[in-house]
């Protein structure tokens, strides 16, 4: 049923009126893409955010709607996504538990947030103002008008009502955290002055997507000035902020963020392995592993900022006890996390590790609950590492030979997947995947060393792409010497920041971005920096710039007031 | 509420300071179509529900060799015998991909669900069905639907309201407990009710909120407008689901709250799946009984059926594709075990969904519950003869307990009995070699 004259609560109809007032601005009979992207909040971002600007102690209980991987990120993904009835009902739930918490502490402690709090607590204005610079917050950019005159109408009606302003403010932020601009990353566009008919990205998107990107979580104060100053829109103001984000603590979260969307570590959450045929491995080392990757990864890129490319082949690494057990070496903390270098040479124990595909977090990962895996290991090198795709497999396939680890004429995994290549259907795709999986062939599907096989020992020798190596270890410098493997870091840290793939036209631009990136020494806050000030990252998306209507009628199309000279 | 407000008062209040005149009986602002649907003295609704398994069965072990009414039983279908009565099956109903690849795991159901083979494993063509049938009988009662998964991953689930919008899946019976029974429940058998200004009050926000963005979606392009449409669609299912509970529910004699569960761990290993679909069946039956969904989709294990027995190895859809087909028995032992643990499994939901007394017969007699699975041969992935069932009798709609063969017919001839039993308006479903419009009128009641 709908019935808009009397079904709508009243304060939509104030907020309606003001709408109403407003008429010019909000006529849009236009069909173009004023806003050529939307973004859902994944659970990292919306956490990060509530804490940002609602506290610290702000406890998020709940669960989220599942995110979605396209083009091999879940940060493209996100450009994909809505909201369910279920994934509503929760950020409802969320929402409200938040709100009602972040009250409690300002009827706490009402002077931490007025300046001249009334004796018996915050005064409406008070609250009025706080929902205001809240909301500006929330949707990282100034309220419309209307979203004003709604927001404090809530506030009024409902401390009204219930004769407690706090109440009010309550119901105003508890409508705030659903609303799109909060839920949804919205990027506007405008007429780009400098163009004439092109458009640009309105310099509250310019200062999201940055935020997001380097850090995230939502915009600081700092960046909504800037936004606000229109100083994103020149060279030099944004590099200025860029290089604000790029030298801030902060970054490690946007820096964990890329990498474990590229490493697919979400699937850690489904991870389960037997505990009868790895004993060693359980939900603790599986935690650990994940985390001892994502410490290298800071560590290596960031603390140190090393060769990007060298991740592949680097000794050092983060260790707890039960990361110790699988890689059967001694652990100098036993109550936490402790630096460890692996020692070269071949250790008849702990065998030979170097590099990101001798750790557990690959190992395990692309593996089955109760084996290895050479197929998925070389796969997953393919395309997380190299940016490559491997053909899905034809569906009538008869994998009994390959798979059967009792049969007496097979005795390793490499005498079984050898066996694919007698099939030409099979040889096409597992050509290009087994050669690499089998060189990880001395780590079992949890990650421990070992020698042999059915009493047999491993030959983890092979060659990738024209690059002969041994083990391993000489797998991993092989991807470490791979012209694919920075190629492949470029595209995935663009188009995670910039929630689009690559454009074909773009080719030409990525080669020099590829070029830039190799003569920085292969640096990673080298390369954020060449992202994050390059015209492409802060482009609408380019079906936008096509079909760009004129600069004066796009002005009419955009219900959204605020800019940066008029705040 | 400090002052106990009383509805009228309060939305006198909400008009405080507006210019804005309500004229018209405001105890009707928060009645909702259907909302004397419920009315005693109503007929008991027809519930829809659907309940999947992973890599499909073997047809020499499966396929029963009579049709019609008494059916005979193969070893795989023996589990089912105290249904059989209750329960059709439909056998030799064909996929067609139409030019699109068979993608492994994936093509099979959503043939069925959506009437149309994926072009890509990333969106399917169109909702499924499910969601169709939701959007139809599902606005009196406070969820839509409800979507289960024993599997522990919450993506897992086939529920579609578009090409790439998933409804995820409950995982936790003590979650879906909560969800159903926890605070926001109205107990539809207490005798006292008073509407909570609270309730009324978070419904004004919502639709504010709601109403405020509106004109969002003319600034979008084609997909996103898409996307923000399902965004306000799932607010104002918030909202309706507010406004029933401002109303006083309808008795329902068969409701009783269940008892909460236990936390199960959510596991992989074939026991933890069966007794988690039989803690998933008991609340859905209950659900349904007391009004608090008409529509369920429900998954004991996914397409690619992660099934293992404690301790062992290897997954269920991994012996499918490595275990040799054992000469003397002419099947794969290992993988027809998992096929024949689904079956018992989906004879314990039946159970539960039976234990629910309702009018003259049982909770099972006004449900269409549809099973299926996303291949025939898992080994090969064969999109031909996709094993599916029909449980229960649609409130009379269905004749049950029948055997039909679909001699090479399109899968979605299924679909659109399913559809048009339910009350969706349609006279054909399906797309290209999939286009149908012949409903399966063996097991319609004329």
Same mark, same amino acid.
């Given at each position: 049923m709908h019935r808009p004259g009397f079904y709508l609560p009243l304060v939509t109809l104030l907020g309606a009126m003001a709408a109403v007032l407003s008429a010019p601005l909000l006529a /849009?009979?236009?069909?173009? /893409? /004023?806003?050529?992207q939307v973004r859902r909040l994944n659970e990292q971002q919306y956490r990060n955010s509530v804490a940002d600007i609602l506290g610290e102690h702000i406890d998020i209980k709940g669960r989220f709607e599942p995110e979605l991987r396209t083009h091999g990120l879940l940060a493209l993904g996100s450009s994909v996504v809505s909201v369910t009835p279920f994934g509503f009902e929760q950020f409802d739930t969320i929402g409200r538990s938040v709100a009602q918490q972040y009250v409690e502490a300002v009827k706490k402690s009402p002077a931490d947030y007025c300046d001249s709090p009334a004796a018996a607590g915050i005064t409406s204005q008070c609250a009025a103002d706080l929902l205001d610079r809240l909301g500006g917050q929330l949707f990282r950019r100034p309220l419309s008008d209307s979203e004003r005159a709604l927001y404090s109408g809530i506030l009024t009606e409902v401390g009204g009502q219930k004769d407690d302003v706090y109440e009010g403010l309550k119901a105003g932020l508890s409508g705030m955290l659903v609303a799109p601009p909060f839920l949804f990353r919205i990027e506007r566009v405008e007429a780009d002055p400098d163009r004439a008919g092109a458009m640009r990205l309105d310099s509250y998107a310019k200062a999201q997507r940055l935020s997001y990107f380097l850090w995230n979580t939502t915009p600081d104060a700092q960046l909504l000035d800037a936004a606000a100053k229109g100083d994103l829109h020149t060279r030099s103001g944004l590099k200025k902020q860029v290089n604000r984000l790029l030298a801030s603590p902060r970054l490690e979260a946007g820096v964990r963020a890329l990498f474990d969307d590229m490493l697919r570590f979400d699937e850690f959450d489904k991870l389960a392995k037997d505990p009868a045929v790895f004993p060693r491995f359980n939900f603790k080392a599986a935690a650990d592993s994940r985390e001892e990757t994502l410490r290298t990864i800071v560590d290596h890129l960031l603390v140190e900022n090393a060769d990007y490319r060298e991740l592949f082949t680097t000794r050092k690494t983060f260790l707890t006890s039960s990361l110790g057990l699988i890689y059967r070496v001694p652990v100098a903390n036993p109550g936490g996390w402790s630096t460890y270098v692996f020692p070269p040479g071949d250790n008849p124990k702990a065998g030979d590790r170097a590099g990101l595909l001798t750790r557990v977090s690959f190992l395990a990962l692309h593996s089955h609950p109760g084996r290895s895996s050479a197929t998925l290991r070389g796969k997953a090198v393919r395309e997380l590492i190299l940016c490559q795709e491997v053909p899905t497999p034809p569906a009538n396939v008869d994998f009994s030979v390959v798979q059967d680890t009792d049969n007496p004429q097979f005795k390793t995994a490499r005498e079984r997947v050898l066996a694919h290549q007698t099939d030409a259907a099979c040889a096409s795709c597992h050509r290009i995947t087994d050669p690499i999986g089998l060189a990880m062939e001395n780590f079992d599907g949890s990650g421990v060393f070992r020698a042999m096989e059915n009493g047999v020992a491993i030959d983890s020798s092979g060659v990738l792409d024209g690059r002969e190596y041994e083990d391993a270890v000489g797998l991993g410098a092989a991807v470490a010497a791979h012209p694919d493997t920075p190629a492949c870091l470029v595209r995935r840290v663009f188009e995670a920041g910039s929630g689009r793939t690559v454009e074909r036209d773009e080719s030409e631009w990525m080669k020099g971005l590829n070029r830039r990136f190799a003569r920085s020494g292969y640096s990673l806050p080298a390369l954020l920096r060449l992202v994050a000030t390059s015209d492409q990252f802060h482009a609408p998306s380019q079906s936008v710039q096509a079909k760009a209507p004129a600069a004066d009628s796009l002005a009419v199309a955009l219900p959204h007031p605020p800019t940066g000279e008029e705040k | 509420m400090k002052k106990g407000l009383s509805r009228r008062r309060f939305l006198q209040g909400m008009c405080r300071g507006s210019a804005v005149a309500v004229g018209l009986p405001l105890l009707d602002l928060f009645l909702n179509d259907n909302a004397t649907a419920l009315a005693s003295g109503a007929p008991i609704p027809v519930r829809f529900g659907t309940w999947f398994w992973g890599c499909g069965m073997n047809i020499d072990r499966f396929v029963p060799t009579t049709v019609g009414a008494n059916y005979d039983l193969p070893p795989e279908l023996k589990y089912i015998e105290a249904h059989r009565n209750d329960v059709s099956v439909f056998t030799g109903f064909n996929t067609f991909l139409d030019g699109a690849q068979n993608f492994c795991h994936y093509s099979g159901q959503y043939s069925i669900l959506s009437g149309a083979a994926p072009m890509t494993k990333e969106a399917i063509e169109g909702p499924t069905f499910d969601t169709l049938i939701a959007e139809k009988i599902g606005g009196s009662t406070r969820f839509r639907s409800i979507e289960v998964s024993a599997t522990g991953n919450p993506r897992d689930s086939h529920s579609r309201t578009g090409p790439a919008i998933t409804n995820p899946s409950e995982v936790s019976p003590v979650a879906l407990y909560q969800r159903i029974f926890g605070a926001d429940f109205r107990d539809p058998n207490r005798a006292d009710f008073t509407p909570d200004p609270e309730i009324m009050l978070r419904q004004s926000v919502l639709s504010s909120v709601r109403e405020q963005y509106r004109?969002?979606?003319?600034?979008?392009?084609h997909s996103d407008r898409q996307r923000m449409d399902q965004y306000f669609t799932s607010v104002r299912q918030t909202e309706q689901r507010l406004a029933l509970m401002l109303e006083k529910p309808a008795p329902a004699a068969a409701c009783a709250i269940p008892q909460n569960p236990a936390e199960m761990t959510p596991g992989s290993d074939v026991d933890t799946a069966a007794h988690n679909n039989r803690l998933f069946a008991g609340l859905l039956a209950m659900a349904l009984a007391c009004n608090q969904t008409r529509v369920f989709n429900m998954l004991f294990s996914n397409s690619f059926s992660t099934l293992r027995k404690p301790g062992t190895t290897v997954t269920h859809h991994q012996v499918t594709h490595e275990e040799p087909i054992d000469e003397e028995l002419g099947y794969q032992p290992e993988a027809t075990f998992f096929v024949e643990q689904s079956m018992k499994a989906w004879a314990a939901f039946l159970d539960e969904i039976k234990a629910i007394p309702e009018g003259?017969?049982?909770l099972l007699d006004n449900s269409l519950i549809l099973a299926l699975s996303d291949t025939q041969f898992a080994k090969v992935h064969s999109l031909n003869s996709i094993p599916m069932m029909i449980a229960g009798k649609a409130g009379g709609k269905l004749r049950s307990g029948l055997h039909v063969a679909g001699r090479g017919d399109p899968v979605t001839r299924v679909g659109l009995t399913v559809q048009q039993v339910m009350g969706l308006n349609i006279d054909s479903y399906g797309n290209k070699s999939m286009k149908t419009q012949k409903p399966i009128t063996d097991i319609l009641v004329t």
């Open positions: /849009a009979p236009d069909e173009s /893409a /004023a806003i050529p | 004109d969002l979606e003319k600034s979008l392009g003259d017969g049982t």
